[in-house]
């Protein structure tokens, strides 16, 4: 079955440290991969998203993504994080279902940043 | 500009009301959804709309009614509610199928 999996559901940082969220997905052809992130109360913002091409891909605010076919993954990256960071943080796959690309999240991980 | 908007931000309803969410975005996208996002979960599609046809349904309950009247603007009707309907309900568009979606801010709705 399709699915994505973010296997960490908390994760702590302090500022300044390097982040990296996991994000593996179960799907038998190239998806789209997306990130977005999710501030309390808010609606999702695009971090960043691979369609094809170069396999590491830049985002806003700093952050970074690398897809990986052989491990099917797509971990998200940022070498300094900032208190404004802190939210919740989703991985998409759009899969082909249906006659249209259908985004399927993950379950989130929710990013806490210590000062 | 990526900008989805939705009003009202808040919303509180009775059982026996009926109330509507507005979405509206000027990107010139023709693909509309909604997705329903409950408490430290992921958001659930709902509806999608292509070209202001109804595309997809998510086997959602039909005290929920979608509407686009235009290119521009999507409605989310809604009649007899549960109170376990309360979520926050956002709404998103891509430029067309299978293309990128951007969300709206969300509409928070609390039934009782």
């Known amino acids: 079955a399709q699915s994505v999996t973010q296997p960490d559901i908390h994760i702590t940082v302090s500022e300044g440290a390097s982040l990296e969220l996991r994000c593996n997905y179960s799907?038998?052809?190239?998806?789209?991969l997306f990130w977005y992130v999710q501030s309390p109360g808010q609606g999702l913002q695009l971090l960043l998203k691979?369609?094809?091409?170069?396999?590491l891909v830049q985002g806003i605010k700093g952050f970074e993504a690398e897809f990986k076919r052989s491990q099917s993954s797509f971990n998200l990256r940022k070498p300094s994080v900032h208190w404004s960071d802190a939210a919740e943080y989703f991985c998409?796959?759009?899969?082909?279902?249906?006659?249209?690309?259908?985004?399927?999240f993950g379950a989130g991980t929710r990013l806490a940043v210590h000062p | 500009d990526t900008e989805v908007t939705q009003t009202p931000k808040h919303l509180v309803m009775g059982m026996t009301n009926k109330k509507s969410l507005k979405c509206e975005q000027h990107?010139?996208?023709?693909?509309m959804y909604w997705y329903k996002q409950k408490a430290k979960k992921p958001p659930e599609l709902m509806f999608v709309?292509?070209?202001?046809?109804?595309?997809i349904n998510e086997s959602v309950p039909s005290r929920f009614s979608p509407e686009c009247p235009n290119s521009s603007l999507l409605n989310l009707h809604l009649h007899a509610l549960q109170p376990e309907d309360s979520a926050l309900y956002l709404c998103?568009?891509?430029?067309?199928?299978?293309?990128?979606?951007?969300f709206g801010p969300g509409t928070r709705l609390l039934v009782l």
């Open positions: 799907y038998g052809a190239t998806p789209y």
């Open positions: 998103a568009s891509s430029p067309t199928l299978g293309e990128t979606q951007y």
């Open positions: 709309y292509s070209y202001e046809k109804l595309s």
């Open positions: 691979y369609f094809s091409g170069d396999t």
């Open positions: 990107m010139g996208h023709r693909a």
């Open positions: 998409a796959v759009g899969m082909f279902s249906g006659g249209y690309n259908k985004l399927i």
